[in-house]
């Protein structure tokens, strides 16, 4: 079999080997290599409608831009062109994703083909400009691409981003609509403002954090002396944590919940428990995976990452679980001004067997969402809410505990 160009597909060939014998024997029925589907059905089904559609020159609507990190300064960006229409808006906007199957993600997102060309950040070039406008607009922008090549067929998967469908450096790029950017945002990249202050009244005026991640990687915010493109993995984290930290003060102010709380939700096997205690703010998210998991191939037990802050938040970066740690905290935030209330806030996130494929970040952030709009658990004690929230864990709750630095085991001499 043919060496994968995805170094996520290689290390799980390497851990649940595939071969031409096994393959002809399941025949995509019995799945003797241990995947939960068959890999190559499922690429079939992508592949086929996505390559009739690819050519060196393409029009359609454009819905967003991809901004690279590799090689910064100069890194490789340009807009994202629909070869379906119809779906265009959707395939850009996680927002209206939840529910979708690993599946329905991956076909949608393969039907987006990335333009490449290397910019320097600061770049004001025609390509910059370009993409700037597409970013901004409410809607998609109908683009006319011509390739240095035909883009060929991939698809490419990160813990950060959605996932990416074809790519292909590009000769020429010239927009064939009109951009409808709104005149608040218009105003916006206009002033001499800081982009934080520019994301908080966009974020006040009701625009989303996938937009206003888009807004922020095209470099259209900011004083105009440090005006950039923003690497769009670098973007969609620095949203967040611009966001919730402009929450966390509003919370602050808010009165301390009366009692506990519990919320949960689970999607493309990720399970979250949420509880919310009569406490000041603070926070704490627990990552528990399962063994055989993408990350944890080899593993014979669960392996947990924490991360915590305080009530006046924290200076560093929340290393062990990047974006989602941000992702999770934002939609919890957003949940506790909804209320006018401040509470501590302890997030448990399991992730399951069957996650083999990243499909980014918003899935902490809309699965929490999700979690924090549904009718919640209420308790008078501790103890309560946490034997609720362990008859739903697979990993023992006392593994939880050890690495708790909210729940302390002062607090919790039953769960010893």
């Given at each position: 079999?043919?060496?994968?160009?995805?170094?996520?597909?290689?290390?799980?060939?390497?851990?649940?080997?595939?071969?031409?014998?096994?393959?002809?024997?399941?025949?995509?029925?019995?799945?003797?290599?241990?995947?939960?589907?068959?890999?190559?059905?499922?690429?079939?089904?992508?592949?086929?409608?996505?390559?009739?559609?690819?050519?060196?020159?393409?029009?359609?609507?454009?819905?967003?831009?991809?901004?690279?990190?590799?090689?910064?300064?100069?890194?490789?960006?340009?807009?994202?062109?629909?070869?379906?229409?119809?779906?265009?808006?959707?395939?850009?906007?996680?927002?209206?994703?939840?529910?979708?199957?690993?599946?329905?993600?991956?076909?949608?997102?393969?039907?987006?083909?990335?333009?490449?060309?290397?910019?320097?950040?600061?770049?004001?070039?025609?390509?910059?400009?370009?993409?700037?406008?597409?970013?901004?607009?409410?809607?998609?922008?109908?683009?006319?691409?011509?390739?240095?090549?035909?883009?060929?067929?991939?698809?490419?998967?990160?813990?950060?981003?959605?996932?990416?469908?074809?790519?292909?450096?590009?000769?020429?790029?010239?927009?064939?609509?009109?951009?409808?950017?709104?005149?608040?945002?218009?105003?916006?990249?206009?002033?001499?403002?800081?982009?934080?202050?520019?994301?908080?009244?966009?974020?006040?005026?009701?625009?989303?954090?996938?937009?206003?991640?888009?807004?922020?990687?095209?470099?259209?915010?900011?004083?105009?002396?440090?005006?950039?493109?923003?690497?769009?993995?670098?973007?969609?984290?620095?949203?967040?944590?611009?966001?919730?930290?402009?929450?966390?003060?509003?919370?602050?102010?808010?009165?301390?919940?009366?009692?506990?709380?519990?919320?949960?939700?689970?999607?493309?096997?990720?399970?979250?428990?949420?509880?919310?205690?009569?406490?000041?703010?603070?926070?704490?998210?627990?990552?528990?995976?399962?063994?055989?998991?993408?990350?944890?191939?080899?593993?014979?037990?669960?392996?947990?990452?924490?991360?915590?802050?305080?009530y006046h938040g924290r200076s560093d970066y929340a290393e062990s679980e990047g974006g989602a740690y941000y992702a999770a905290r934002l939609a919890v935030l957003?949940?506790?001004?909804?209320?006018?209330?401040?509470?501590?806030?302890?997030?448990?996130?399991?992730?399951?067997?069957?996650?083999?494929?990243?499909?980014?970040?918003?899935?902490?952030?809309?699965?929490?969402?999700?979690?924090?709009?549904?009718?919640?658990?209420?308790?008078?004690?501790?103890?309560?809410?946490?034997?609720?929230?362990?008859?739903?864990?697979?990993?023992?709750?006392?593994?939880?505990?050890?690495?708790?630095?909210?729940?302390?085991?002062?607090?919790?001499?039953?769960?010893?």
């Amino acid at each position: 079999m043919p060496e994968s160009r995805c170094e996520i597909v290689r290390a799980i060939i390497r851990h649940m080997p595939m071969s031409k014998e096994l393959c002809l024997r399941c025949k995509g029925g019995r799945l003797l290599c241990g995947r939960p589907a068959c890999p190559l059905l499922a690429k079939l089904m992508v592949r086929a409608p996505v390559e009739a559609k690819l050519g060196e020159h393409i029009f359609g609507p454009s819905p967003g831009i991809f901004v690279g990190w590799k090689g910064y300064p100069r890194v490789l960006a340009g807009p994202l062109t629909a070869l379906e229409e119809e779906k265009a808006q959707l395939c850009d906007n996680p927002a209206e994703w939840y529910g979708m199957g690993v599946d329905e993600i991956v076909r949608m997102r393969s039907m987006l083909v990335r333009s490449k060309a290397e910019v320097d950040v600061r770049s004001r070039s025609k390509i910059a400009e370009l993409s700037q406008e597409i970013a901004l607009s409410c809607v998609p922008t109908d683009t006319e691409v011509r390739f240095e090549r035909k883009p060929s067929f991939s698809v490419s998967f990160s813990p950060f981003t959605q996932p990416l469908g074809p790519s292909a450096p590009v000769k020429k790029i010239e927009l064939a609509g009109n951009p409808r950017i709104p005149g608040r945002v218009c105003s916006l990249a206009e002033d001499e403002v800081s982009a934080t202050h520019a994301l908080k009244v966009l974020y006040d005026s009701g625009y989303d954090v996938y937009y206003l991640t888009r807004v922020l990687s095209s470099g259209a915010l900011g004083l105009e002396e440090k005006r950039r493109m923003v690497p769009t993995r670098w973007s969609i984290t620095a949203v967040d944590d611009t966001l919730g930290r402009m929450l966390m003060k509003q919370v602050r102010g808010y009165p301390v919940l009366n009692e506990y709380r519990v919320y949960r939700s689970t999607y493309l096997d990720n399970h979250f428990e949420v509880l919310l205690m009569p406490r000041r703010w603070e926070y704490e998210m627990f990552e528990g995976w399962a063994p055989n998991t993408l990350w944890t191939l080899g593993l014979e037990k669960p392996a947990i990452n924490a991360e915590h802050e305080g009530y006046h938040g924290r200076s560093d970066y929340a290393e062990s679980e990047g974006g989602a740690y941000y992702a999770a905290r934002l939609a919890v935030l957003e949940a506790l001004r909804r209320m006018r209330r401040q509470a501590g806030a302890v997030v448990f996130r399991e992730i399951y067997e069957g996650y083999i494929i990243p499909v980014g970040v918003w899935e902490v952030r809309e699965n929490v969402r999700r979690a924090m709009r549904s009718r919640p658990e209420k308790f008078q004690s501790l103890r309560e809410a946490l034997a609720d929230i362990a008859s739903r864990l697979r990993i023992p709750l006392r593994e939880y505990l050890s690495r708790s630095a909210l729940l302390q085991q002062r607090r919790l001499d039953d769960f010893a």
